[in-house]
């Protein structure tokens, strides 16, 4: 496909387990990011990759949340040990270039979280 | 933290009805964007703002970037059914030039 595509589209976990969300970007595009949107709120950034590399993990609220882009294409949030809290929309965004300002980000989806 | 609010929070109108939503922050931005998000959807870009006093249009959007970079305006003339759907604005934040602040956005309605 032409977007950013992510998997699953919903997610049902109870608490304290594991899960992974998945995120495919646009082919080529260099930069990747994960945000977290909770129900009324705007997204909220989470971390940043260039390529493989984890520029930016500042977003991340816990130790429990880890992000890997290990080939520089596809990207996995991991959430372990679950809370309730953790109950949001996770967003994925990618862009063509190195982090330029006003490149523009393509959001996918997302994935709606929701822990029991 | 650079913090963006967005007025009002949500707005319900008729159809042809004319709109303004603002956003507003007491930090100057070096831009700002304009996203529409619908429901189960990820945000898609409308515009970016760059210049200060910058009036950008799309079609019947049009965008207004305050003198001083520290606030916004989307203003929808003959608004349809639909532009429906979440209005984001966001800019980039924390000194980086990527990692985009969002506001919590203007819900609107447009009813038929």
């Known amino acids: 496909g032409a977007g950013v595509s992510q998997s699953p589209r919903y997610k049902v976990a109870k608490r304290g387990q594991d899960v992974a969300l998945r995120c495919d970007p646009i082919s080529g595009h260099v930069s990747l990011f994960w945000y977290q949107q909770a129900l009324g709120q705007g997204p909220e950034f989470l971390t940043y990759f260039q390529n493989e590399a984890q520029l930016d993990k500042s977003g991340l609220p816990s130790d429990r949340f880890f992000a890997e882009r290990p080939e520089g294409s596809v990207s996995t949030l991991k959430i372990q040990r679950t809370q309730q809290e953790d109950s949001a929309v996770y967003l994925c965004?990618?862009?063509?270039?190195?982090?330029?300002?006003?490149?523009?980000?393509?959001f996918g989806d997302g994935t709606r979280l929701s822990i029991l | 933290t650079q913090l963006l609010e967005q007025s009002p929070q949500f707005l319900s109108i008729q159809e042809g009805e004319n709109l303004t939503v603002y956003c507003n922050s007491s930090s100057v931005f070096s831009s700002l964007q304009w996203y529409r998000q619908e429901p189960g959807e990820g945000p898609v870009l409308l515009v970016t703002?760059?210049?200060?006093?910058e009036v950008k249009k799309l079609k019947r959007l049009t965008f207004q970037f305050g003198d001083a970079r520290k606030d916004s305006s989307l203003h929808i003339t003959a608004a349809q059914t639909g532009d429906t759907g979440l209005y984001l604005c966001a800019g980039p934040s924390g000194g980086s030039n990527y990692k985009l602040t969002f506001g919590k956005g203007t819900l609107l309605t447009v009813n038929p």
């Open positions: 703002v760059v210049t200060g006093g």
């Open positions: 965004a990618s862009s063509l270039d190195r982090a330029r300002s006003n490149q523009p980000q393509h």
